[in-house]
């Protein structure tokens, strides 16, 4: 069970918008930054959002993220078929003392 | 440019241990920490801890403490994980990846190592 909690699923048309919330708490995303990474089958993560809404370079803006209070949210807008994908959110914990993840969400391109 | 080199699978028996080697390039090794995620299958990621290029202080996650070893060797540039008292549950991909100067964003992975517990 993840400390993060993110919905299993999201899905959506070529050209949609899809949002995936990601809920915490205090001890973790009210008080501390979060990221967002893409893992595409069979490969590594890839950093798609930091520090709650910076995008690292060569990333489109198509993906955006945001913050409020214990909970995030990263948004796909202009849904392409390569966006099919597992997303996870992650952000430092104190009460911890470490990073936690979202259990993560499977993008489905329909 | 940076890259994470990891080394090959393992196929290991309950109870023995087995130690992942990432060798890294591109970047000074001891600017830089190196935080070890892994991904049993079909799984989410899990931090295992982390460890500073540049004097090798180690920080790991309270699940593993006892069970994990992180170090360094700055000759090579390569940082290693060594996991013991190997359980099936303890398959998974385990993945290098290199801090940055935001703690948490991590832009450069490893492309992984697949660990398989299996008597």
């Known amino acids: 069970q993840s400390v993060l909690t993110q919905p299993p699923s999201a899905s959506g048309t070529p050209g949609q918008r899809v949002t995936i919330s990601c809920s915490g708490s205090?001890?973790?995303?009210?008080?501390?930054?979060v990221n967002w990474y893409q893992q595409l089958p069979g490969t590594a993560p890839k950093l798609l959002i930091y520090?709650?809404?910076q995008r690292p370079s060569g990333v489109p803006d198509r993906f955006s993220g945001s913050k409020s209070g214990t909970s995030a949210s990263l948004a796909i807008s202009g849904l392409q078929s390569e966006d099919e994908a597992d997303y996870y959110c992650?952000?430092?914990?104190?009460?911890?003392?470490?990073?936690?993840f979202g259990g993560g969400t499977k993008v489905t391109v329909l | 440019q940076v890259q994470l080199v990891q080394s090959g699978g393992e196929v290991k028996k309950p109870g023995a241990s087995v130690k992942v080697s990432c060798k890294t390039s591109?970047?000074?090794?001891?600017?830089?920490?190196i935080t070890w995620v892994r991904q049993a299958p079909g799984q989410g990621l899990e931090w295992m801890g982390w460890i500073s290029g540049y004097n090798g202080n180690a920080n790991y996650a309270q699940k593993f403490q006892g069970r994990v070893t992180m170090t360094t060797d700055t000759s090579t540039s390569t940082a290693y994980m060594e996991l013991r008292s190997l359980r099936s549950d303890d398959t998974a991909v385990y993945y290098c990846?290199?801090?940055?100067?935001?703690?948490?964003?991590?832009?450069?992975w490893g492309q992984g190592t697949l660990v398989t517990v299996s008597s």
């Open positions: 205090t001890s973790n995303i009210r008080s501390n930054s």
């Open positions: 992650a952000a430092w914990d104190d009460s911890l003392n470490g990073p936690v």
């Open positions: 591109g970047y000074s090794f001891t600017n830089y920490g």
């Open positions: 990846a290199r801090d940055s100067n935001i703690f948490g964003a991590w832009a450069y």
């Open positions: 520090s709650n809404n």
